[in-house]
């Protein structure tokens, strides 16, 4: 599984990929299985910073709870210099219980969580930037933090902010994220992009300082016959009874001329960035169809 990871990971960089994402959990998803593998994401950070030599390297997204927002900084920054200056940190409030219950957690409310993603991120960016770091807040406090050395990108990684939750986490985002994640069908996340155009507003911060990125699965055939097969023998959907004609309202499910026509729509809303989750990646041909015929028309 390891060497499929390092396989999948050079072989997106050899072809022209501009990143790489992990993302941040210690079950499976989008239901605990036993035995199967999860490896931890800032650990293939890590990893992935010293075997690759070009790509960005992101996590779709950082749970702010499970680590201390300082030693979080500590820990990206690590890999900022380490990789060259490539990291992408991607933060959200987290929503997996049965993970928080596994490890033993404890799992606030959904508006509790946003308060500690919001402070997270001012804490982050001090730890990034500034010599020594005092932060008194609701959820957390610091004395005297060092974090050396710093990040070598200037004046910080790019933070995003994974989320679509209309009142406080696009009011987070609006006021912090370089960049904004969240994935959807069109008319949902067009929706999405007029509220935080309201958010950026109310707090003074020009929208187009934001980066627009979206997120979906793949799964491409020559046919819809063959996508459908192939959508039907991923474990995920049959895990999670997951329905065919509603995954292709929101993901890139079908031939890649549809998803070209689809990431189209995206890009003409201002969508800069599309993370793109592959099933069958460890085959690496899906890498090569997807960016043969589908990145090169729409580059």
Wanted: charged residues 30%; hydrophobic residues 40%; aromatic residues 12%.
């Amino acid at each position: 599984q390891w060497r499929a990871i390092v396989n999948v990971a050079l072989k997106a960089e050899e072809l022209g990929y501009d990143h790489i994402w992990v993302y941040d959990h210690f079950h499976t998803v989008p239901k605990p299985l036993p035995g199967r593998s999860v490896f931890e994401a800032w650990t293939l950070m890590v990893a992935l910073a010293t075997l690759t030599k070009r790509v960005r390297l992101g996590q779709l997204v950082t749970c702010v709870l499970y680590r201390n927002p300082a030693y979080l900084a500590k820990i990206s920054s690590m890999v900022d210099v380490i990789s060259g200056g490539r990291l992408e940190l991607g933060l959200g409030a987290c929503w997996y219980e049965h993970e928080f219950l596994g490890y033993g957690y404890e799992f606030p409310r959904a508006r509790d969580r946003i308060g500690m993603l919001e402070e997270a991120v001012q804490i982050i960016k001090k730890m990034w930037t500034e010599p020594e770091v005092d932060f008194e807040g609701k959820y957390y406090r610091l004395k005297g933090a060092l974090n050396d050395p710093k990040p070598l990108q200037k004046p910080h990684p790019p933070i995003l902010i994974g989320g679509g939750g209309e009142k406080y986490t696009l009011r987070v985002t609006a006021k912090y994220a370089d960049k904004w994640n969240v994935g959807g069908s069109y008319e949902k996340y067009s929706g999405k992009v007029e509220v935080l155009k309201k958010h950026c507003e109310a707090v003074g911060r020009r929208f187009e300082e934001i980066t627009l990125t979206w997120v979906a699965t793949a799964i491409l055939a020559p046919t819809e016959e063959e996508a459908r097969e192939r959508f039907e023998k991923y474990e995920a959907v049959r895990v999670g009874g997951f329905e065919y004609e509603r995954w292709r309202e929101v993901h890139l499910i079908g031939t890649p001329e549809e998803a070209v026509e689809k990431l189209a729509k995206f890009k003409e809303l201002g969508v800069k960035e599309v993370y793109v989750f592959f099933p069958y990646a460890y085959q690496l041909r899906d890498l090569e169809v997807f960016m043969d015929e589908v990145v090169k028309e729409l580059r």
